[in-house]
Each structure stands twice: as C-alpha cells, then as structure tokens.
C-alpha cells in the first residue's frame, strides 16, 4: 500500500508540472526585455528567403501572418536567426460567425470603450533618441490614437503610468495598470509600441495617399485569452485589410502573454519601428482608429467574439475543474485506502451538504 501511495502522488506531481512549467516558461520570455534593436531576430524561410524581423522574443511554435495573410510557424531559433516553415494562406475570417457589414453597437446601450497604456513608456523613434528615460514619443502616438477614438464617439481610458525602466520587470509593473483599466470595462485594450528593427522600408507605406508606418499586431500564446484575442486580430485585419490595404503589417503570435491574460479582447500594438518617424506613426495611428470603429460596431451581441470568449473561458474552467477533481479523488483514495473508502467519503459529504 505505501508504494501505491508514493505512486500517486508522484501521478498528482506529473499532473501539476505542465502548469508549473509554462508558467516559468512565460516568465523566463518576459524577462526578456524586447524592443531594442539588440534584440532583433531575423527570420528566414527554410530555403532561406527572408521573411520577417522582430524586437520581440522569439520561440519554436511561434507564428506569423503576414501582409498579405501567409501564415508561417517558427521552428527553430539559433542566436538572431529564426527558421519558419509556411503553413499556408490564411482566410482570416473562416472561424468567424460575422458580417463586416452589419452596424450594431457591441455595448447594450452602444457605449463603445477602449482602453490605451503603454509598457514602454521611454520607446520613441528617428531623428531623436530612440529611448528617453521618461515619457517617449510613443505616448503621442497613444495620444493622437486616443484622439481620433473619441473623434468616433468611442470612450478612451489612456493611462500615462510610467512603468520604467525598460528592462524585463517592465509587464510586471504594468501589469497593474491593466488591472486599474479592466475596472473601467474596456471592449477593448491596446498597449501601444513601436518596434526596433533597424530597417525602415519594412514599415514604411503609402497608404491612403500618405505615408505612414505600419502597425503589427501582436498575440500572447500563453494565456487562457488567446483564442479570443486571435479572433479579434483577426477580425481587425480583416476590417483594416477592406478600408486601408497595407495599413497592418501582419499578426505576431508570441510565446508569453503580454499581460493579455488579464483580460480578454486585449493586443499589443507596433506602430512602425525606431527608424521610421513619429508623424508616420501619427498618421497611422489617426487611420487605425476607423477600423476600431467598425470593428466595435460590426460587433453584435451573441457574436463570434462573444461566443469565443465563452469557449476560451469554458475551456479553462473545466481544465480546472478536471484536474482538481482528479487530485480530490486520487487524495481520498490514498488516506481511505480503497475505491470503497472513496464512495463512502463522497457520499457522507453529499448527504451532510443536501440536508
């Protein structure tokens, strides 16, 4: 019987690691501080075309659609040097139960709200410093997005919490923050960067008669939000693709989460990178906001997004609640001894809770 014992509990164990794991997992890639241009990772095709460039952490496993909705997987990283194999084009809206057209308010009173941070509040661009320890240019970009927001009659929380330095603790700390715009019932949360690759001609696009800097969606794997927030980055290329082609660069699926777990609906946004310039993130920033728009009043209730949201959260609960009854069983069994000890245990609770 002790050998048993022993045996279970090292089941129970095996059973606890993989969430013990990826949460180290996810904390040892945020920790990684992302954004600077010591940081950038090149990615190749496996015939060895260029493909992309991040500032960001990059992991096998993590995905990339691209301009023109090519979908690739990385899978292998060495150094600053990435290999992707190409897993296809994407039809961005084939999951979703949606109509670009319809024009209904997501919000029951059509109050629609967005809320807006920033996790690098130093983050700025080309021809000044591209770091200043304080607040960096990237809050005007926060500002002029929060500005043609409310311009389309959404409500905009913006915080302008400093969150320095810029190192791997900086989710941490804003992490708070998020938490403090969660109580304002946002639809939707951005946190507002720019990238750090040194080429310009990457983000760099006429779009609408103006040019501007591209903006690259990007997506937590690790977090219990990620199908909804895939979904909603999704859906959001999709809009912006149909009003101003070239205006997204693409969708970055990360490994970590970006605090996007706090909160579903939840993305990080790149607004150009350090060599291209603060007016061309402006200008894309004033062009993002129309998408937004549509996008909350394409929203109708009982949509794909609300539908998703309800898997995602269903999903988790009874991962949960399957591991936990599995340890509860498997706990009784090993102070009562038998199968039996464990039906006797069960229904003396039934009995004493129903009374």
């Not at 997987?73 to 109509?99: H, S």
């Not at 082609?245 to 699926?253: A, R």
């Not at 394409?298 to 997004?305: L, R, Y």
Request: aromatic share 8%; charged share 25%.
């Amino acid at each position: 019987m002790k050998k048993i014992k022993i045996l279970l509990l090292f089941f129970c164990l095996l059973l606890y690691l993989p969430v013990l794991g990826e949460k180290t997992e996810g904390n040892r890639l945020e920790e990684i501080i992302g954004h600077r241009e010591e940081d950038v990772v090149w990615v190749y095709n496996q015939e060895g075309r260029y493909i992309f460039g991040t500032a960001l952490a990059v992991s096998p496993g993590d995905r990339y659609i691209d301009e023109d909705n090519m979908e690739y997987e990385i899978i292998e990283v060495k150094g600053d040097r990435a290999v992707c194999k190409e897993k296809g084009k994407v039809d961005l809206l084939a999951e979703l139960e949606t109509d670009l057209t319809l024009q209904i308010p997501l919000a029951a009173e059509g109050n629609r709200v967005v809320a807006l941070y920033h996790t690098h509040n130093d983050e700025s661009y080309l021809p000044g410093p591209v770091n200043i320890d304080g607040v960096g240019e990237i809050h005007e970009v926060g500002d002029a997005l929060k500005n043609a927001l409310e311009s389309k009659g959404i409500t905009v929380f913006w915080s302008d919490n400093m969150h320095l330095p810029h190192d791997g603790a900086a989710y941490e700390r804003s992490r708070a923050t998020v938490a403090e715009l969660v109580q304002k019932e946002p639809d939707l949360i951005f946190d507002i960067h720019r990238d750090a690759i040194p080429r310009k001609e990457e983000y760099q696009q006429e779009v609408n008669g103006e040019l501007i800097s591209q903006i690259r969606l990007v997506v937590g794997r690790q977090n219990p939000n990620h199908k909804v927030n895939d979904q909603f980055a999704k859906r959001l290329k999709a809009i912006a693709d149909e009003l101003y082609p070239g205006l997204i660069k693409g969708i970055f699926y990360g490994r970590g989460s970006y605090n996007q777990h706090v909160a579903p609906h939840s993305l990080l946004l790149e607004f150009g990178t350090h060599v291209t310039t603060k007016e061309q993130a402006i200008a894309s920033a004033r062009l993002f906001a129309e998408p937004v728009s549509r996008l909350l009043a394409a929203n109708k209730d009982g949509g794909a997004g609300e539908k998703a949201e309800r898997g995602s959260i269903f999903s988790s609960i009874s991962w949960i609640l399957g591991i936990s009854a599995i340890g509860i069983i498997l706990f009784l069994f090993i102070n009562e001894g038998s199968i039996t000890g464990v039906g006797k245990r069960v229904k003396e609770f039934f009995k004493r809770e129903l009374k």
